[in-house]
C-alpha cells in the first residue's frame, strides 16, 4: 500500500473540497502588480483506469499555498481543503487540512513551526517537538500535493533525505525520465519516488528542473496536471514497471529455490480433517511438491533441513474477498496467505500479475478470478465491465464464459435488479458461479430468488432490513445506514425469511467482517482492535492511520449506534452460521495482516479455532476448485505452508507470527524481507542447515 491517496481507490482515501470555478477566478478582487506576478493557478485531473472523477486545484502566491481536492469514485470519495506556508527553504511552517475522508470522517489537522518548536493535531492527537535543523511535517490527512511540497524540500538536499515529524524519515529515489504531450506542447519530466512513512514508494512526477509538480501515478489511480490527460495509458504503465522492479529485485534477492530436497524437521501438522495437530513430524519437499511426511527426526542425504523447533506447520490460508495487485502479494505470501480470490479488478492488469507469479518473476499468491460487471450510472465503479441494458449485461456474462479463466461473475451495485436472473441463468449455463452486491433498490431475497449462489458484504443483505425503498445504496448511505442496526429485531419474519432464503437455496455469504470492524469501531485517536498486537511494528503512517476513525461519529449517540450495528453484525451472523449457512473468510482490505484479524473475529460468531482454520484452508480450496493440490499438508500437494512457533489451536493469534512461508516450494523467510516495508521484524528465521551441513 501506499500512500493513502493511492488506497483511496479501494477503501481508505483521504481528499479535498471542489474547486472555484473560472468564473469565479475571473471575479476575484484585483492585486497588486507585485502581487499578480507571483499568484498562479495550476489544476490537475484525477483519474482512475483512464476516467476522470475529480480535480485538485492549486493556488499558490509566493509562499502561501492552498489545494482544493475532491473525487468521487464508486458513489464515494473525499473532500479535502489544505493551506500551506513555507518558510524561504520550502520547509512548512504552517499546515491546516479539512474536510471529510471516503467514508465521511471530518478532518481538522493543523501543524506550525516557530522558533524551533513544532506541534501539530491530528485525528490521533496532538504532539510537540523541539526542531533543530531541517525536518519535514508528514500530514496525515494531506493532499497529493504534499508530494510537491516534500519534493521541494528534499531535491535541495544534498542526500535527498531529511528527518520527520511526528517520527521517521523521508527520502527520494530518482527513477525515471519520461516525455510528456499535450497538443504541440512537450514537457520533459522526472519520476521520483517517494520512501518513508508508508510500506511502499509512492510514484510522482516533477519537471526536469524540479520546480514544478507534474502529478502522481499508480497502477490504476492518476493526478496530472490539466492538459496532460492523454498520457494516462503510459503513466500507468509506467507506474507498474517501477512497482514490478521493486518486487522483482525482492524476489531475485529474498526468494530461495533450493537446489535439493528440503525438510522441515520437528513439527506439528494441522490436519483441516481432524482439526487437529499431528505428533511431531517432519515434512519432506521436493522441487514444488510435499514428497513425504516421517518422523519428526527423520533424514536423507542430500537435504537441506530447516529445524521447526516444535512449531506448527499450517497449509497456505485463502483471502476469499481480494482485488490483488503487485503491492500486495508479496506482502500476502509473507503472512502465510498463499491463495486469494479476485473479486474484481482490472482484467489486463491482473493477467498480467498472475502470469508474473506463476514464472517465478514475483512473489504472490494463487488467484482465483472473478469477472466484475457494473452497471452504468453516476455513481458506478469503474473497474470491470460496465453495462447500459440487459442485453450488454447478458452480453458481458458471455464474455466472462468465452474468457475460461473466471471462477465467477461478481455483479455490483448500479447493476439494475431486474437484469440479474438473465444474467444468472447464463453464468450458470456455462459453469460460472454468481456473488455479488445487492444491486441499488433491490434487495436481498430478490437476488437469492434470482440465483445468486454467494452474497457479498454483510451489510449488502442486512441493509434491506432498514432501508426505505427508494433509498439509494450506490452512495456511502450502504455504509452509514448501518447505524439504524441496532433496531432491528434479528427474530422478526423478515430477517428469518432472509435467513431460511439463503439455506433453501444454498446461498453461501462473504461478509468482510474486519472491513466492517474498521468501518464501525475505528475511532479518532483510538488504535483500533484489529491492529492493536502488531501496530508498533508498521511505519509511522501506518500507525497515525491506525488511529483515525473511518465513519463520521460527531455525537455519543452515533458512537453508540454503530457499536451496536457491529453487536448486530455479529449476531447475525452466528444465526447464519447456526442455520448452516457457509460463511468465507475474506477482507476486501488487502489481505496478509487483515486476513488474520478477519480469521480471529470469527470466534466471537461462534466458530472454534479449528473451524475456522479448516474453513481457510481446505474448505476454500475445495470450493474454489483446487483441493486436490492445496489445503492441507500431505505428500502429492504442493508444498504451499507455513510455520508459526506457537499453538493456533489454543491461541489463534498465533498465526501471525510466521516464521517461514513456502509458496511452490519456494521459501521466503519474513523476519528478512519486512525491513524493505519499513516493518521490524515478529520473529526470528528458523535456522536452515545445507547438505554440506553449513
Not at 492527537?125 to 535543523?133: K, L, N, R
Not at 544534498?158 to 524519515?169: E, H, Q, V
Not at 525438510?263 to 514428497?291: C, F, G, H, K, Q
Request: charged letters at 25%; one cysteine or more; aromatic letters at 8%.
Amino acid at each position: 500500500m501506499t500512500y493513502r491517496w493511492l488506497a483511496a481507490m479501494g477503501l481508505l482515501a483521504l481528499g479535498a473540497c471542489s474547486n472555484p470555478s473560472g468564473d469565479e477566478a475571473a471575479n476575484a478582487p484585483a492585486e497588486s502588480s507585485s502581487e499578480a506576478a507571483e499568484a498562479s493557478q495550476t489544476v490537475y485531473t484525477i483519474m482512475t483506469s483512464g476516467t476522470k472523477i475529480g480535480d485538485m486545484v492549486v493556488d499558490r502566491t509566493g509562499n502561501e499555498i492552498t489545494v482544493d481536492y475532491e473525487y468521487r469514485n464508486n458513489g464515494r470519495g473525499p473532500t479535502m481543503a489544505e493551506e500551506i506556508t513555507l518558510d524561504e527553504d520550502g520547509i512548512p511552517v504552517a499546515w491546516t487540512v479539512t474536510g471529510n475522508t471516503t467514508f465521511g470522517n471530518a478532518v481538522e489537522e493543523s501543524f506550525s513551526l516557530e522558533d524551533g518548536a513544532a506541534s501539530w493535531t491530528d485525528s490521533t492527537g496532538s504532539g510537540e517537538a523541539d526542531v533543530t535543523g531541517p525536518s519535514m511535517y508528514i500530514a496525515q490527512s494531506g493532499t497529493p500535493y504534499a508530494l510537491a511540497i516534500y519534493a521541494g524540500a528534499l531535491l535541495a538536499d544534498d542526500d535527498r533525505s531529511m528527518p520527520a515529524l511526528p517520527a521517521g524519515s523521508l527520502s527520494l529515489d530518482e527513477l525515471d525520465r519520461v516525455q510528456l504531450t499535450a497538443g504541440e506542447e512537450t514537457v520533459d519530466a522526472m519520476v521520483y519516488g517517494l520512501i518513508g512513512p508508508e510500506l511502499d514508494p509512492t510514484y510522482f512526477l516533477m519537471d526536469a528542473s524540479g520546480e514544478d509538480y507534474l502529478g502522481i501515478i499508480s497502477p490504476e489511480f492518476l493526478i496530472i496536471r490539466e492538459g496532460f490527460e492523454g498520457n494516462d495509458e503510459m503513466l500507468r504503465e509506467r507506474a507498474v514497471q517501477y512497482s514490478t522492479e521493486r518486487f522483482e529485485e525482492l524476489q531475485a534477492e529474498y526468494a530461495k529455490n533450493f537446489d535439493a530436497p528440503v525438510r522441515i524437521t520437528n513439527v506439528r501438522i494441522y490436519d483441516p480433517a481432524r482439526m487437529a495437530l499431528s505428533e511431531p513430524s517432519s515434512v519432506l519437499v521436493e522441487d514444488d511438491r510435499i514428497t513425504a511426511i516421517e518422523a519428526a527426526d527423520a533424514s536423507g542425504d542430500g537435504e537441506y533441513v530447516i529445524d521447526g523447533n516444535g512449531g506448527t506447520l499450517i497449509a497456505g490460508l485463502s483471502d476469499m474477498h481480494g482485488h490483488m495487485g503487485q503491492n500486495s502479494a508479496l506482502l500476502n505470501v509473507l503472512a502465510g496467505v498463499t491463495f486469494v480470490r479476485d473479486m474484481g479488478n482490472d482484467n489486463d492488469v491482473l493477467g498480467e500479475l498472475i502470469d508474473k507469479i506463476e514464472n517465478g518473476t514475483l512473489a504472490g499468491p494463487r488467484i482465483v478470478r472473478s469477472s466484475f460487471i457494473e452497471g452504468k450510472s453516476p455513481y458506478n465503479s469503474n473497474n470491470g465491465i460496465i453495462v447500459t441494458n440487459q442485453e450488454e449485461a447478458n452480453d458481458a456474462v458471455r464474455t466472462s464464459c468465452e474468457a475460461g479463466h473466471f471462477f465467477m461473475i461478481k455483479i455490483y451495485n448500479s447493476m439494475k435488479g431486474e437484469w440479474v436472473p438473465e444474467m444468472v441463468d447464463i453464468a450458470h449455463e456455462c459453469g460460472l458461479k454468481v456473488a455479488g452486491h445487492v444491486p441499488a433498490f433491490s434487495r436481498a431475497n430478490a437476488m437469492i430468488e434470482a440465483g445468486y449462489d454467494e452474497l457479498t458484504h454483510i451489510n449488502q443483505v442486512m441493509l434491506g432490513w432498514v432501508l426505505e425503498a427508494d433509498e439509494d445504496t450506490r452512495t456511502l448511505l450502504r455504509l452509514t445506514a448501518l447505524s439504524r442496526l441496532p433496531d432491528v429485531n434479528l427474530d422478526s419474519p423478515q430477517v428469518q425469511e432472509t435467513i431460511d432464503l439463503m439455506v433453501e437455496n444454498d446461498v453461501s455469504i462473504d461478509p468482510t467482517l474486519a472491513i466492517h470492524e474498521a468501518l464501525l469501531l475505528s475511532r479518532n485517536g483510538e488504535t483500533r482492535a484489529g491492529v492493536a498486537d502488531y501496530i508498533d511494528h508498521m511505519p509511522v503512517g501506518v500507525q497515525r492511520g491506525a488511529k483515525q476513525a473511518w465513519s463520521k461519529i460527531e455525537t455519543p449517540e452515533e458512537d453508540a449506534a454503530y457499536a451496536g450495528a457491529f453487536d448486530k453484525i455479529v449476531e447475525t451472523l452466528s444465526m447464519m452460521r447456526e442455520a448452516g449457512i457457509t460463511i468465507w473468510f475474506g477482507t476486501d482490505m488487502g489481505g496478509a495482516f487483515n486476513q488474520h484479524r478477519e480469521m480471529e473475529l470469527y470466534q466471537d460468531v461462534g466458530f472454534t479455532p479449528g473451524e475456522i482454520l479448516t474453513r481457510s484452508t481446505q474448505e476454500a480450496a475445495d470450493y474454489l476448485g483446487m483441493g486436490d493440490e492445496i489445503g492441507s499438508i500431505e505428500a502429492g500437494k504442493k508444498a504451499d505452508f507455513f510455520l508459526v512457533p506457537g499453538n493456533p489451536l489454543e491461541d489463534l493469534a498465533a498465526i501471525k507470527t510466521v516464521q517461514l512461508v513456502m509458496k511452490d516450494g519456494t521459501a521466503y523467510f519474513p523476519s528478512e524481507i519486512y525491513p524493505a516495508f519499513g516493518i521490524e521484524p515478529f520473529v526470528d528465521a528458523p535456522e536452515v542447515m545445507s547438505p554440506t551441513g553449513e
